[in-house]
């Protein structure tokens, strides 16, 4: 099974901050590549799908690039409603596999 | 509109078979360009993904669960079932199903409100 390395594993940051996270894989998977966002309680919802594109229904301020195996979600200005938890997701290759997920904290 | 709606037991014993139903509404399970998914979430845990069946009936399991798993799908009824046997309270988790995109290769773009399985005696 390909194996999704994400960074960090939390963070702690303040409104109006720009935030990276990264997904790691252990071998090539092109672009094919999701990112997630779930808040408490509550099921995930799709952002960014082919490592760097973004819904129409998704903020602007999320962004998604990659280079070789290592992939980003980039929040430009971190907003309140922002604080959740991300997950990438590869599925590139059976069986698709998530990465270990990042949650985003206030500061 | 695009829904998922998973249902099933909230609760089951050890070594029973779970049996869950996603039911969709908004596109259909025949067309070429979408699949469905189920993945699960142990209480305060990652996403894992389980099972998948695409448009023309292939059918992918998890590694690890493998032997335990069959995923099927009723196209006139629009459900997409799936069955797990021999539960452990370690599978209690919340279970959601998903839809694929193969045409943007946007996987899981649309979500069930998921249905929590808890397994114990």
């Known amino acids: 099974d390909i194996q999704m390395t994400q960074s960090p594993s939390s963070l702690s940051a303040s409104v109006g901050d720009r935030v990276t996270i990264t997904c790691r894989a252990s071998q090539d998977i092109r672009n094919d590549l999701g990112w997630y966002q779930q808040k408490p309680g509550k099921a995930p919802k799709r952002l960014i799908y082919?490592?760097?594109s973004l819904p129409g229904e998704v903020p602007s301020r999320f962004s998604g690039s990659w280079s070789g195996t290592e992939f980003t979600l980039t929040i430009s200005s971190l907003q309140p409603e922002d604080f959740a938890t991300y997950y990438c997701?590869?599925?590139?290759?059976?069986?698709?596999?998530f990465g270990q997920g990042t949650k985003v904290e206030i500061k | 509109q695009v829904t998922l709606k998973e249902s099933g037991p909230v609760l089951v014993k050890p070594t029973e078979t779970l049996t869950l139903t996603c039911t969709v509404s908004g596109f259909s399970l025949s067309s070429t360009w979408f699949g469905v998914s189920w993945i699960r979430q142990p209480p305060g845990r990652a996403l894992e993904w389980l099972a998948h069946i695409s448009s023309i009936d292939e059918r992918s399991y998890s590694t690890s669960l493998k032997s335990r798993l069959t995923i099927s799908k009723d196209t006139s009824k629009s459900q997409v079932v799936l069955t797990m046997t021999n539960m452990d309270p370690m599978d209690t988790a919340t279970y959601y199903c998903a839809r694929v995109r193969l045409d943007y290769r946007d996987w899981f773009d649309i979500w069930g409100q998921g249905t929590l399985v808890t397994v114990s005696s």
């Open positions: 997701l590869q599925h590139n290759t059976f069986p698709p596999t």
């Open positions: 082919a490592a760097s």
